[in-house]
């Protein structure tokens, strides 16, 4: 149980074009979920905190009109990468947050990642 | 930053040995998990201790943790060559938004 899934699982655009990703939890419902960025050989960055019905709340330094993000559903959140340029080319994670999962405390489950190449 | 750092950056061991990977963090945590992460893949939740644990087995892990050092360490025993992953720290924002902060990772190899 507890599967995150994204799509798609690598992406290659043209710099200017917008870029959907979708991230889902197939068997349970998050009300919170987590877009993170992740250069080659570096750590996970969060970049913002998606919550189901209402604005996503963005860390430092992350342009939120330039990520688009929508909790549309308790299962569903999506990234929009508008106007994509070489430089957002990176891995990007989402997670979801399960209440009261895993040892009885909230858990993070992670979906499997989406590489985006923009040319 | 919460974020944690991890040493050693890199490990290389021999198929069977042990391998010890430490993580050190800033601020007070309710738990500490670790993740583990191949290459180019997402992320799989290993283990979660709790602050008012010391010592945590699950099957070849042993995590241990010290928050008086606020520093964590993830013991993989007999490890094998399907262990080569990267392994990550992550420490919950205690601001009550329920983000993950992330180590920097240590890149274990195993060699067959």
């Known amino acids: 149980g507890a599967v995150v899934s994204q799509h798609p699982s690598w992406v290659i655009c043209k710099s200017g074009t917008s870029v959907k990703i979708e991230c889902r939890s197939l068997?349970?419902?998050?009300?919170?979920m987590f877009w993170y960025r992740q250069f080659p050989k570096q750590s996970l960055m969060l970049m913002a905190t998606?919550?189901?019905?209402?604005?996503?709340?963005?860390e430092q330094g992350v342009e939120k009109d330039k990520f688009l993000i929508n909790h549309a559903s308790l299962t569903l959140s999506t990234l929009t990468v508008t106007s994509a340029h070489p430089e957002d080319s990176s891995f990007y994670i989402c997670?979801?947050?399960?209440?009261?999962?895993?040892?009885?405390?909230?858990?993070?489950?992670f979906g499997p990642g989406t590489r985006l190449t923009v040319l | 930053s919460q974020q944690g750092e991890e040493d050693p950056q890199a490990l290389s061991i021999q198929e069977g040995e042990n391998a010890t990977m430490n993580c050190s963090y800033k601020?007070?945590?309710?738990?500490l998990q670790w993740y583990r992460q191949n290459s180019g893949r997402g992320l799989v939740h290993l283990i979660l201790?709790?602050?008012?644990?010391r010592e945590k087995h699950s099957g070849r892990l042993r995590v241990t943790l010290d928050t008086s050092k606020k520093s964590s360490s993830l013991l993989i025993t007999a490890s094998r060559a399907a262990d080569t992953a990267s392994y990550f720290c992550?420490?919950?924002?205690?601001?009550?938004?329920?983000?993950?902060?992330f180590g920097t990772g240590t890149r274990l190899t195993v060699i067959p």
């Open positions: 997670s979801a947050r399960l209440a009261g999962g895993l040892y009885g405390t909230d858990t993070q489950y």
């Open positions: 068997d349970f419902q998050a009300t919170t």
């Open positions: 998606s919550n189901e019905g209402s604005k996503a709340t963005y």
């Open positions: 601020t007070s945590i309710n738990n």
């Open positions: 201790i709790r602050s008012n644990e």
């Open positions: 992550a420490t919950p924002d205690q601001t009550g938004a329920n983000n993950l902060f």
